[in-house]
């Protein structure tokens, strides 16, 4: 019998400015992960439950049984359609028989375990519950997907500055940006 079952109550997301000051820089090791567009879920006993606790299993069968393969384990995450190699929010909403005509593959991208069995893992540090999930998740894992992660902040500045030129990329059509030509003059 797991520790956890339905309805889980799930950790919400809170502003910078909703934090304590002490806890807006993390004095020991952090981890920055990316948001994604998609719908909150969580597994539990290969069933998959928005945070409102609606059944998705009968809508993503696929994806439930890859869940049902992690066996005891309550896991946290986002139900994400995927559209060529972009995230597709509005895929979500589309039948199987229509996500399969239009090339919509469904993914749930987990970014932590909840329990395992009997045990109870949210009060473990965040580090020991990422690699209890990264141990658990079975290879080859087509429905599933660890979040990418990483605890170096320089990264998540980095990722930023590419994600944002890459929006800018996907706007303009594609095109390269302009280079903006200027000349100075000096008169003597």
Request: glycine residues 8%.
């Amino acid at each position: 019998m797991a520790v956890l079952t339905p309805p889980v109550a799930l950790m919400a997301p809170l502003l910078e400015s909703q934090l304590p000051k002490r806890a807006r820089r993390p004095a020991g090791p952090a981890s920055w992960e990316p948001k994604l567009d998609g719908w909150r879920c969580y597994t539990a006993g290969g069933r998959l439950l928005t945070r409102a606790h609606k059944d998705l299993t009968a809508r993503f069968p696929e994806v439930a049984a890859a869940a049902a393969g992690l066996g005891d384990l309550v896991c946290d995450g986002e139900l994400c359609a995927l559209r060529g190699d972009r995230l597709d929010f509005t895929g979500l909403w589309l039948g199987r028989p229509r996500r399969e005509v239009e090339g919509v593959a469904v993914v749930l991208v987990l970014f932590d375990v909840l329990a395992a069995g009997r045990r109870d893992l949210r009060p473990r540090p965040y580090t020991d519950r990422r690699a209890e999930l990264l141990r658990r998740l079975p290879e080859p894992r087509p429905y599933l997907q660890p979040i990418n992660a990483t605890q170096f902040s320089a990264s998540v500045v980095s990722c930023s500055v590419a994600v944002a030129a890459l929006v800018g990329f996907l706007r303009r059509g594609g095109r390269p940006r302009r280079r903006a030509t200027s000349s100075i003059s000096s008169s003597s």
